[in-house]
């Protein structure tokens, strides 16, 4: 199995960036895909962005397209998430999740799917 720590959190104003950090250790890393869920309170848990395991093919949420972008460094073990033009609705506890997919060119949006997870790094934008 991997294991996967978030990283990069905190307290910024509408309009910043913030870039997110998740750095995987365990099995082989490029055997998995990887997604940013976030959870606010009250809410459920929502699918941000994914990766597949070769960095080839990304997707992202309508609420964040055009804003944030994920990017992945298999030689480091590492997959992030850069957050531009960050708003109030964008405050909530974000998770980093793998799931085992090599040679799947797709993304899967739904966190049942993914086995592995984070403890979650809290993200405030005020504003």
């Known amino acids: 199995q991997v294991q996967v720590v978030e990283s990069g959190g905190g307290l910024v104003q509408a309009g910043d960036s913030l870039k997110l950090s998740c750095a995987a250790s365990?099995?082989?890393?490029?055997?998995?895909?990887m997604g940013w869920f976030r959870q606010a309170p009250g809410k459920e848990r929502e699918f941000v962005a994914g990766?597949?395991?070769?960095?080839?093919?990304?997707s992202y949420a309508d609420s964040v397209k055009g804003r944030f972008t994920i990017s992945r460094d298999n030689a480091r073990n590492t997959v992030w998430l850069q957050m531009n033009s960050l708003t109030p609705e964008d405050t909530a506890i974000y998770y980093c999740?793998?799931?085992?997919?090599?040679?799947?060119?797709?993304?899967?949006?739904?966190?049942?799917?993914?086995?592995?997870w984070g403890q979650g790094t809290q993200v405030t934008v005020s504003s």
């Open positions: 999740a793998a799931r085992l997919a090599l040679f799947l060119t797709g993304v899967s949006t739904g966190p049942r799917e993914y086995a592995y």
């Open positions: 365990g099995r082989t890393f490029s055997h998995y895909g």
């Open positions: 990766i597949n395991w070769s960095g080839g093919s990304t």
